[in-house]
T-cell receptor, first 110, second 114 residues
Framework: QKEVEQDPGPLSVPEGAIVSLNCTYS??????FMWYRQYSRKGPELLMY????GNKEDGRFTAQVDKSSKYISLFIRDSQPSDSATYLC??????????FGSGTKLNVKP | DADVTQTPRNRITKTGKRIMLECSQT?????MYWYRQDPGLGLRLIYY???????NKGEISDGYSVSRQAQAKFSLSLESAIPNQTALYFC?????????????FGPGTRLTVL
């Protein structure tokens, strides 16, 4: 079983839609959770960070962590064509090694 | 100039050849990482280094070796390339005392082994 599971998509939505991206994991020791955004032909860039359970909001983006269910989510409100990218979740128990999901490809249509 | 650079950006080679991918950073970070990215498998850690004298194996180190020549340089070698090492390779850096141990990625090297 992979440490982190993520639906690869692709996910196609109209501009302005609310997008929900999700990951599940198996290692209960994970306590640091991140979302990276990767544009085509680029390296990933950190988008959101959450420690332990709870929500974190940053502009149009909200990250949620439910450790009891081993489930994390990223919500994008009022999605824009510029949000079209691959979104990777990443998580770690101790900041030394991170485990990445396979990435969900998102396309926001104008 | 980019903070994390990788050379070459693209490489096509043949089975059995020795290949070196290089990574340089100007961020002054102590930690450096090598990942490979494959469709459906995401980013998988090959090797990581927390300082010049520290080298650690990641999830998929077989068939790879690394060298940390200086704080700013971390190279990945494929001693005898095989076709299933065809992938997109990323170098990343972070600092031990940094925010969230945020990793900063290079632009990637696309390697094809024929």
């Amino acid at each position: 079983q992979k440490e982190v599971e993520q639906d690869p998509g692709p996910l196609s939505v109209p501009e302005g839609a609310i997008v929900s991206l999700n990951c599940t994991y198996s290692n209960s020791a994970f306590q640091y959770f991140m979302w990276y955004r990767q544009y085509s032909r680029k390296g990933p860039e950190l988008l959101m960070y959450t420690y332990s359970s709870g929500n974190k909001e940053d502009g149009r983006f909200t990250a949620q962590v439910d450790k009891s269910s081993k489930y994390i989510s990223l919500f994008i409100r009022d999605s824009q064509p510029s949000d079209s990218a691959t979104y990777l979740c990443a998580m770690s128990a101790n900041f030394n090694k991170f485990y990445f999901g396979s990435g969900t490809k998102l396309n926001v249509k104008p | 100039d980019a903070d994390v650079t990788q050379t070459p950006r693209n490489r096509i080679t043949k089975t059995g050849k020795r290949i070196m991918l290089e990574c340089s950073q100007t961020k002054g970070h102590d930690r450096m990482y090598w990942y490979r990215q494959d469709p459906g498998l995401g980013l998988r850690l090959i090797y990581y280094s927390f300082d010049v004298k520290d080298i650690n194996k990641g999830e998929i180190s077989d068939g790879y070796s690394v060298s940390r020549q200086a704080q700013a340089k971390f190279s990945l070698s494929l001693e005898s390339a095989i076709p299933n090492q065809t992938a997109l390779y990323f170098c990343a850096t972070s600092e031990t005392s940094g925010r969230y141990n945020e990793q900063f990625f290079g632009p990637g090297t696309r390697l094809t082994v024929l």
